[in-house]
């Protein structure tokens, strides 16, 4: 049989999708997957007109959301948090050597 296209729709469209054409859905990204409703599908493999078994497993994606980290493609990496607002950077924070103070303190 052919794999059909899942990229597009939503979990449950995806999931009632799967049934009808007789292949099993895995979403490692996902574990409470059979919970899922509202999110995409924005990546799968094997991708959409392959040929596989009936009963076979296609695996796909989902997009993260507007608060998970923009949609769910490229290098994950940790973001550190900028300064706070309504203040200056501290000069700490940035690399090289700080500043030291103009004038001496027991001068003549």
Same mark, same amino acid.
């Given at each position: ?53 009936? =009963? +076979?497993? *296609? ?5 993260? /959301? &507007?608060? @998970? %980290? $923009?949609? =769910? +493609?490229? *290098? ?5 948090? /900028? &300064?706070? @607002? %309504? $203040? ?14 103009? %004038? ?5």
């Amino acid at each position: 049989m052919r794999v059909p296209r899942f990229v597009g729709l939503m979990a449950m469209d995806a999931r009632e999708t799967a049934a009808k054409h007789g292949v099993r859905l895995a979403a490692p990204d996902r574990p409470g997957f059979d919970d899922l409703v509202l999110d995409y599908v924005v990546r799968q493999y094997p991708p959409p007109d392959a040929e596989i078994p009936r =009963g +076979a497993v *296609v695996t796909v994606w989902f997009d993260l /959301g &507007p608060h @998970g %980290g $923009g949609g =769910g +493609a490229g *290098v994950r990496e940790p973001r550190r948090p /900028g &300064p706070p @607002g %309504g $203040g200056l950077r501290r000069e700490l924070d940035e690399s090289g050597q700080p500043e030291v103070g103009v %004038g001496s303190v027991g001068g003549p």
